[in-house]
């Protein structure tokens, strides 16, 4: 089955194509919103050409590129391996960042989806050490075992964890060279040890105040409903 652009009649995808959208997450189908014009296709003779969808369940614009197959005097016909410009995000909860602390995460995964190793590197070591920075003495310490939790948790051979634990503790010189292997660990690692030093942490601190406030309440029904009010 092709896409096909007509000269009367338009743009035609006999079949809907259903994806995992960059921007929500769901599966969802790609609707057309812009899509070339025949004349422009004829006049031009692109090998590629870009259509803009719309996500079907949150609207936003999901960009792909294909190739032309034919220029037809009737219609053009169009590849129906459409490859989407926007990879799906690295998901993490910045919310519970200090503010340069997120922006610093957000470039490093974006660095990631990007499939740049060797920036991701680069940017891991500077997350790394505002993060470090940011929490108490004890920190370096702790994210050394975490990370070597991890690793034995992962079963990465001592090589690859050498590599690993130069990029995120190393001190001095760049970052080794990365790999897209040894990358799809580091991320891994990474977001593990953000996620711990502090999204685990708030919650669970916000999660001991709320039992000890109902704690202190005498306990019964009553009063969990009207401490609930008052916390609202
Ligand atoms: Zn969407």
Redesign the pocket.
């Known amino acids: 089955m092709s896409i096909y652009v007509n000269k009367n009649g338009g743009f035609e995808q006999p079949e809907t194509v259903v994806r995992e959208?960059p921007?929500?997450g769901?599966q969802?189908q790609l609707v057309p919103v812009a899509t070339p014009s025949y004349e422009a296709l004829i006049e031009a003779k692109p090998r590629h050409v870009g259509i803009v969808y719309r996500?079907a369940?949150?609207n936003?614009p999901r960009f792909v590129r294909t190739a032309v197959r034919t220029l037809g005097p009737e219609r053009v016909e169009l590849a129906t391996n459409l490859v989407e410009i926007e990879r799906p995000h690295e998901r993490f909860q910045y919310g519970y960042l200090p503010e340069p602390i997120e922006r610093a995460l957000r470039e490093t995964l974006q660095c990631y989806t990007a499939g740049l190793h060797n920036a991701f590197a680069s940017m891991v070591r500077r997350t790394v050490r505002a993060a470090l920075k940011n929490l108490d003495a004890n920190a370096p310490r702790q994210w050394r075992e975490l990370t070597a939790d991890v690793l034995r948790v992962g079963e990465v051979d001592a090589a690859t964890a050498d590599v690993v634990e130069t990029v995120l503790f190393g001190m001095g010189e760049d970052p080794p060279e990365l790999d897209a292997d040894v990358a799809a660990i580091l991320i891994e690692v990474v977001k593990d040890l953000l996620y711990q030093g502090y999204v685990r942490t708030a919650k669970l601190k916000a999660a001991i105040r709320m039992r000890r406030f109902f704690a202190g309440e005498s306990g019964n029904v009553t009063s969990i409903d009207r401490g609930r009010r008052e916390l609202a």
Do not use: G, L, R, V
Request: negative net charge; glycine residues 0%; charged residues 10%.
């Open positions: 959208c921007h929500c769901a969802a996500c369940a949150c936003e």
